[in-house]
């Protein structure tokens, strides 16, 4: 029973940057694997990163390697999307999610069991 709330979406011009946090309730948080995904307007949900239990291993698709990280504090039950080089199509609703796991080793939708309810990143060009 893992419920997550995710701030720090906004508007931010093509090029910038924007850090989202998800903080999450519940004393499991540190076992599980925690993932960000996004849904722009018209598209699927699509996997954009996912970071191990201990922070050890992360993992992103590649559309955003290079200017997106992962992180998270688990003293704080929190997971962080640091975005640099924002791209007009980066724009999306943003979700975090605890995975049924506690590797980076699965980033596909149903490896998440539970979800936040999404922060709105939009990029102007």
């Known amino acids: 029973q893992v419920q997550m709330v995710e701030s720090g979406g906004g508007l931010v011009q093509a090029g910038g940057s924007l850090r989202l946090s998800c903080t999450a309730s519940?004393?499991?948080?540190?076992?599980?694997?925690m993932g960000w995904f996004r849904q722009a307007p018209g598209k699927e949900r699509e996997f954009v990163a996912v970071?191990?239990?201990?922070?050890?291993?992360?993992y992103y698709t590649d559309s955003v390697k290079g200017r997106f990280t992962i992180s998270r504090d688990n003293a704080k039950n929190t997971v962080y999307l640091q975005m640099n080089s924002l791209k007009p199509e980066d724009t999306a609703v943003y979700f975090c999610?605890?995975?049924?796991?506690?590797?980076?080793?699965?980033?596909?939708?149903?490896?998440?069991?539970?979800w936040g309810q999404g922060t709105q990143v939009t990029v102007s060009s």
């Open positions: 970071i191990s239990w201990n922070g050890g291993n992360k």
């Open positions: 999610a605890a995975s049924i796991y506690s590797s980076a080793n699965y980033h596909t939708a149903p490896d998440f069991a539970s």
């Open positions: 519940g004393r499991t948080f540190s076992s599980y694997a």
